[in-house]
């Protein structure tokens, strides 16, 4: 019988998992690194060894009422996309709230989860943790890896031939904090997410020139939409779930490319996707195409070589006398505390049953939360991982056999290399995953149900917004 729980990582979904244990009757113990709880919306004005970082000036690309803890709605003064600091606020004030504090152990650096040799019997497992220089083991029933995907970022020095002659400086987005020291200066942002664009727009505004290198381009999309709404209010809907999935896929590309492109046409700003049909994340940001056309920021494609001051692009220009690079290049995952074995099962890939739980294991009482991306919000996602995981350690709910869950692992690469154009992504459908979830334990909103027993609340599940307080 599984009572104590290990969860790694303070951030929103180690506090999601404690709160989900103790709903269960479970006993959580959550060992958090650094000194507060937030994970990656603590910011800090330095990057930290181990944690997530983020610059000063994020806001969030979802809106409010799509990203909460769906039993604790933000409060109605806050903005629809708020400030780092504005989310780390609600994140504390929901701790404190939930009385979450006194479960999580601060300063606690996770060396090594093993089994234990009972394993196979008790499904136990040999934590180490260490604090103020002092080792210390302890057995748990179940373990629940929060710590998220942000952390070790990539550096592809080795795909640039000349970086090493380069007399500039160059870093990786995760330790740029803000625009100071960049007045005046050429900056070349590598990388067209999310972070590249922020930095190259606020960069924009003092550097003397700032150019974006992508390789092969992106959506970029507003957060304000139709009639004003904030676009997740919009788009992410049962209903355009539903037209996504049943539509003939070359129905369901030609209305996709033609919405992304209804703020303006990628092609003519050098941004169009080389496959345009893929479900990759757009980048949110609504100040790009206007920083375009001011000419502060330009675009273009993969730089072929450095040399000791510039920049050779693929198509033969140039970019000379440059100050700064940032590899704006994203980040790999990895729990060093963990035998890589269990995450990567096979042919050294991620194999988890929906993105959770490692199908091999003889007992299925480890579990990873947040580590799943979709174009929904984290907080909610995370929120019904933990759920149905603890329902799981409890026995309320059973895993399918491993054959089964491999099976299943193996369709759901199949539909991901159709809708991502890579099997291997974290990237998921965000209702269709929510929904699969929320039946496991009895949470998925029954529309046909509810079309008979209020039709008002129906029409609104389905074709509103699919906010968190649907599961």
Request: proline letters at 5%; one cysteine or more.
């Amino acid at each position: 019988m599984v009572k104590r729980v290990a969860i790694i990582g303070a951030g929103v979904s180690g506090l999601a998992s404690i709160q989900c244990c103790l709903e269960e009757g479970l006993e959580p113990t959550c060992f958090e690194r650094s000194n507060d709880v937030g994970g990656l919306w603590q910011f800090s004005d330095h990057a930290e060894e181990g944690r997530a970082s983020i610059y000063q000036s994020v806001f969030t690309n979802s809106s409010k009422e799509m990203m909460c803890f769906p039993d604790f709605p933000y409060p109605d003064d806050y903005p629809n996309y708020m400030h780092q600091s504005k989310l780390q606020e609600y994140i504390k004030t929901f701790t404190l709230k939930k009385n979450l504090l006194r479960y999580v152990q601060f300063e606690t650096l996770v060396s090594s989860i093993k089994k234990c040799l009972s394993f196979l019997v008790t499904g136990q497992w040999e934590i180490v943790s260490e604090k103020d220089g002092k080792q210390e083991s302890a057995i748990f029933d179940a373990v629940m890896i929060c710590s998220r995907h942000h952390v070790y970022p990539n550096l592809p020095t080795d795909s640039f031939p000349g970086l090493d002659q380069f007399q500039g400086h160059y870093l990786h987005s995760r330790d740029y904090k803000g625009p100071g020291g960049f007045q005046g200066k050429r900056v070349l942002v590598i990388g067209l997410g999310n972070s590249g664009c922020d930095i190259a727009v606020e960069l924009s505004r003092l550097a003397a020139q700032v150019i974006i290198s992508t390789r092969s381009g992106s959506w970029v999309m507003s957060r304000v939409w139709d009639d004003g709404y904030p676009w997740d209010m919009v788009y992410v809907t049962h209903f355009a779930s539903f037209l996504q999935n049943a539509l003939p896929s070359f129905v369901s590309d030609w209305l996709y490319v033609k919405k992304m492109n209804t703020w303006f046409k990628h092609e003519n700003y050098g941004l169009m996707p080389l496959n345009g049909t893929l479900k990759k994340e757009p980048v949110f940001n609504d100040e790009l195409p206007s920083r375009i056309l001011c000419g502060t920021v330009s675009i273009k494609p993969s730089v072929k070589e450095f040399t000791e001051t510039s920049a050779i692009f693929e198509d033969g220009t140039m970019f000379e006398a440059i100050d700064f690079v940032i590899f704006a290049t994203g980040y790999g995952y990895a729990y060093p505390f963990l035998d890589d074995s269990i995450i990567k099962s096979r042919n050294n890939e991620v194999t988890l049953y929906k993105g959770i739980f490692p199908p091999l294991m003889e007992k299925p009482t480890l579990a990873v939360i947040g580590l799943v991306q979709s174009l929904g919000a984290a907080i909610p996602t995370a929120d019904l991982q933990a759920r149905w995981v603890v329902k799981v350690f409890s026995n309320s709910c059973t895993l399918p056999t491993t054959n089964e869950m491999m099976d299943d692992i193996d369709e759901k690469m199949g539909k991901k290399l159709k809708w991502f154009g890579h099997s291997q992504t974290l990237q998921t459908d965000y209702i269709t995953y929510m929904d699969e979830l929320g039946s496991f334990i009895g949470a998925k909103p029954n529309i046909l149900w509810l079309f008979l027993t209020d039709p008002q609340l129906a029409l609104e599940v389905y074709f509103g917004p699919c906010s968190p307080y649907q599961f």
